[in-house]
């Protein structure tokens, strides 16, 4: 993730210090389209617009800072997947990245299908209408209480993740009278090139059933895995549909989804062999990474599915296996690219020889990400243009610690005043999802921009909202 230190810059050129940035881009009023969502624009009036809104009218209608989500852009995503995948593929969006009643609704109106990971996701999805055979419970502690109501929802599958799991849901159903589909996730083995906090398919973590069998090569399949698959046949209650693996996030090589591909039709290959059973489907998972700034270089969903679809259909063959349904699983993918955070500027204070702190009026609390994995962000002045030149910033919260960075090193306009928008843009997953209530901040609102109309998603919290749960 590391960028080499700009060498020199208009503003401090001589005392320029170490940081992540690059040249300040020669048109600071410009909006890459790699990190914008696809409606915004800058007017000719020079203020930024999304879904032809004025961010300066969103800002006095719902207030600031918001989240901004533009329902085109994230309807668009939902079809390119679909679309990539075609009809003998399953996209799953992954509600983690972020979910509501509206999103639900957008995914069944654009045909995907939905993963969720917890009692409250499901919940979201049941009550916003998605059909119960269409969401995949994940997990590696599911509670008994979520068990529970996924099987008597009749969900399409539960995706089981260690031994005891797979006699709970095999007792709930069979209790229940059902026979619950079921995916056995496995851990192939594959260290994925990003932060170890969102890396899910290396052998030391919590998730999955190892493919190894305890030694070195994940390719044996004489793991917790195989035995797991042996269990799961043997009851009566679970009928296991297929593999699942998923390697971790934002990810851009798709080397690591191919050796996990090739992996799984191997555990395929040897379940046909031992149990004289094909397995018809494999899902591998999310992962795929985006644009957080222009040096970001994702890969497109088309190039995706072909890459997955070429390697399942490769191996099926040289094994003699049917190819079968293939799904994945992609969050980010989807809905960070479509939402902005905008922020009022509230304080500056120019660091002499170092950099100027631009204070937002949120932080650490609406967007977690800078501070746990290093996240990197762009951010751009969006309620007017300016032709002042780049100023080395750094975009700071209100909360109380100095570690409550939104964008590390960024360059803005040297007239930035209090009062000024900025926009954060991809910040439409693992922000709104992630957010808290630190310093007894009130996460922010979700706009959804569509078409000339914008709308409250999710509402701003309230004090009367905290203090509900305060019952002492
Ligand atoms: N499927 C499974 C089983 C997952 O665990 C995940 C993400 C996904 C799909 C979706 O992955 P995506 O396509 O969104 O990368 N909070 C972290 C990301 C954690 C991802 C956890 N699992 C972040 O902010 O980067």
């Known amino acids: 993730m590391s960028r080499s230190a700009h060498p020199a810059g208009p503003r401090h050129a001589d005392v320029l210090p170490e940081g992540h940035y690059t040249a300040p881009p020669a048109d600071l009023n410009s909006l890459d389209p790699r990190v914008w969502a696809q409606t915004v624009e800058r007017t000719p009036e020079g203020a930024v617009a999304v879904g032809g809104l004025d961010v300066r009218r969103l800002a006095e209608e719902f207030g600031t800072p918001a989240y901004v989500m533009d329902e085109t852009d994230f309807r668009a995503r939902c079809r390119a997947w679909r679309d990539a995948f075609g009809p003998d593929a399953d996209v799953y969006y992954a509600g983690k990245a972020f979910l509501s009643r509206a999103v639900v609704r957008w995914l069944h109106e654009e045909g995907l299908n939905l993963d969720v990971c917890s009692g409250g996701e499901l919940a979201t999805a049941l009550d916003a209408g998605m059909p119960a055979e269409r969401i995949a419970l994940h997990g590696n502690n599911k509670s008994d209480e979520e068990i529970e109501r996924a099987v008597e929802a009749g969900v399409g599958r539960i995706v089981l993740d260690s031994f005891q799991e797979i006699a709970r849901v095999a007792h709930t159903a069979a209790r229940l009278g059902r026979r619950q589909p079921v995916q056995i996730r496995v851990t192939v083995g594959v260290e994925a090139h990003t932060h170890e906090f969102i890396a899910t398919a290396h052998e030391d973590q919590k998730f999955g059933l190892a493919l190894a069998g305890g030694g070195s090569s994940s390719e044996a399949g004489e793991g917790p895995a195989a035995e797991a698959v042996r269990r799961v046949l043997m009851l009566d209650s679970l009928e296991l549909t297929g593999i699942h693996s998923h390697i971790g996030s934002q990810i851009f090589d798709m080397a690591g989804f191919e050796v996990s591909a090739r992996r799984v039709v191997g555990l395929l290959t040897r379940i046909r062999d031992e149990h004289g059973v094909e397995l018809p489907e494999i899902d591998l998972g999310g992962g795929l990474g985006i644009a957080y700034t222009p040096e970001d270089d994702p890969r497109e969903p088309h190039e995706i599915a072909k890459a997955l679809g070429d390697i399942v259909t490769r191996e099926c063959e040289a094994a003699g296996l049917a190819v079968p349904r293939l799904s994945v699983e992609p969050g980010r993918a989807i809905a960070g690219p479509t939402a902005f955070t905008l922020y009022e500027v509230g304080t500056l204070k120019e660091l002499e020889g170092l950099r100027t702190y631009v204070s937002v009026d949120g932080?650490?609390?609406?967007?977690?990400?800078?501070?746990?994995?290093?996240?990197?962000?762009?951010?751009?002045?969006?309620?007017?243009?300016?032709?002042?030149?780049?100023?080395?910033?750094?975009?700071?919260?209100?909360?109380?610690?100095?570690?409550?960075?939104?964008?590390?090193?960024?360059?803005?306009?040297?007239?930035?005043?209090?009062?000024?928008?900025?926009?954060?843009?991809?910040?439409?997953?693992?922000?709104?999802?992630?957010?808290?209530?630190?310093?007894?901040?009130?996460?922010?609102?979700?706009?959804?921009?569509?078409?000339?109309?914008?709308?409250?998603?999710?509402?701003?919290?309230?004090?009367?909202?905290?203090?509900?749960?305060?019952?002492?």
């Open 363 to 472: 932080g650490m609390s609406d967007n977690i990400r800078t501070a746990l994995y290093d996240a990197e962000y762009s951010v751009a002045l969006v309620s007017r243009a300016s032709a002042a030149e780049p100023m080395l910033s750094r975009v700071v919260g209100k909360h109380c610690e100095s570690g409550d960075i939104v964008v590390r090193d960024a360059f803005l306009p040297a007239d930035l005043a209090p009062g000024d928008l900025l926009a954060v843009p991809a910040t439409g997953a693992y922000c709104r999802s992630m957010a808290s209530n630190y310093n007894h901040a009130l996460r922010p609102p979700v706009v959804a921009v569509r078409d000339g109309q914008a709308r409250t998603i999710v509402r701003r919290e309230t004090e009367e909202d905290l203090l509900r749960l305060d019952v002492g």
